[in-house]
């Protein structure tokens, strides 16, 4: 079974621009969720995506948004950069809510 | 808001040795994860635990759901080299759904 796949890899931006990042869930998981880790705030919850509905949404930004496909596949944007959006972005499939997640290896998205 | 506090921040180990690390929150949660992450990669699930005084182990792992269900150990016994990375814990609480709160981290390496 294929694992979470995230999509691009590695991402140069310039401030002011947006981004759009990729997530592919693992086969049959119908949950996914969004994170952002930097060396400072460590892991921080974005926004869960169950059914194409957004279930839940951590403290950021309305830069910041996501949506689900139906066929679980999920992307974020993140519009206006600045450079503090700097950071790993993870994504994580669970196959509902409140079971075992999974991650994928995650974004480098460095502003400039 | 919720917070985890995962100790210790960081440990040297010696092949054989074995470790200890731990989190405690002042928040209940449902489920207990620790995931371990290696540089550059997502972080990768090693146990999962769901019951308050649940034992789970996982080759060389051992975590324990404490009976408070506000804390959590992982024990790693006879650590060997790929044991180095960083290790998280994280909680789940069943009314938000996948939302994963974090601790800081440990990380492991290794004495020369």
């Known amino acids: 079974k294929a694992g979470v796949t995230q999509t691009p890899r590695y991402l140069i931006k310039t401030r002011g621009q947006q981004v759009t990042l990729s997530c592919s869930p693992i086969s049959g998981h119908r949950s996914v969720s969004w994170y952002q880790q930097t060396p400072g705030q460590g892991l921080q919850f974005l926004f869960e995506?169950?059914?194409?509905?957004?279930?839940n949404k951590g403290n950021f930004p309305g830069r910041f948004s996501g949506r689900q496909f139906s066929n679980s596949r999920s992307e974020m944007n993140v519009s206006t950069l600045e450079l503090g959006d700097s950071a790993l972005y993870l994504c994580a499939s669970s196959s509902s809510p409140a079971t075992e997640a999974f991650f994928g290896q995650g974004t480098r998205l460095t502003v400039v | 808001g919720q917070q985890l506090n995962q100790s210790p921040q960081s440990m040297f180990i010696q092949e054989g040795e074995d470790v200890s690390m731990n989190c405690t929150s002042s928040?209940?949660?449902?489920?207990w994860l620790w995931y371990k992450q290696d540089p550059g990669e997502g972080p990768v699930l090693l146990i999962a635990?769901?019951?308050?005084?649940e034992l789970t182990s996982n080759g060389r792992l051992t975590a324990q759901f404490g009976i408070t269900r506000k804390d959590s150990f992982l024990n790693i016994s006879a650590s060997i080299p790929s044991d180095v990375g960083i290790y998280f814990c994280a909680g789940q609480l069943m009314e938000y759904g996948n939302k994963l709160v974090f601790g800081a981290g440990t990380i492991l390496r290794v004495k020369s």
């Open positions: 995506y169950f059914s194409e509905t957004q279930r």
């Open positions: 928040s209940i949660f449902n489920t």
């Open positions: 635990l769901y019951k308050a005084g």
